[in-house]
């Protein structure tokens, strides 16, 4: 399998490890040095807003907690589709931009976009498998309401 490929499956593979809630088959495809970040430009303050910034350990430690937070009824799917991929120089390290779609699906079975945004990775061979090094959300969609504590 080629390098991109890979980098397609691991980011396909982050994806849908989240819509299941499954946060530590989620956290087994981050390297040691993970770290996380929802963002969204805000217009009115002409800066970005940061909505979510943690290191591996601190996802860890939001996902023990995850149950003691009011959360949205439903489930969230993401679609994502990989745009580039581009390889550093002189390391194993790639920077990834995919376009990203959350929908939420209600109990009654409703569903409606919830946020649009871009993946902007970083990837690396660690150890002989490639991991997400890094994963910053930008978010063009502002409002994701209430009930929202997991990473997009």
């Not at 809630?21 to 993970?34: E, I, K, M, N, Q």
């Not at 003691?68 to 679609?79: D, F, I, V």
């Not at 061979?125 to 997991?150: Q, Y």
Request: contains cysteine; charged residues 25%.
């Amino acid at each position: 399998m080629s390098d991109n490929e890979a980098i397609r499956m691991l980011i396909a593979k982050s994806c849908l490890t989240l819509d299941d809630g499954d946060f530590s088959a989620y956290l087994a495809l981050c390297a040691p040095d993970y770290a996380y970040r929802i963002k969204a430009w805000s217009p009115e303050l002409r800066n970005d807003m940061i909505w979510l910034e943690h290191d591996r350990d601190g996802l860890a430690g939001l996902f023990a907690t995850l149950p003691e937070h009011l959360q949205r009824s439903g489930r969230l799917s993401r679609h994502v589709s990989t745009a580039t991929i581009e390889a550093r120089e002189n390391t194993e390290a790639y920077d990834v931009v995919s376009s990203l779609i959350v929908h939420h699906t209600d109990l009654d079975g409703r569903t409606q976009t919830l946020a649009v945004g871009r993946y902007k990775d970083t990837v690396a061979w660690v150890d002989g498998a490639i991991l997400l090094s890094a994963r910053e959300v930008a978010l063009e969609t502002r409002d994701l309401g209430i009930g929202l504590h997991v990473p997009l």
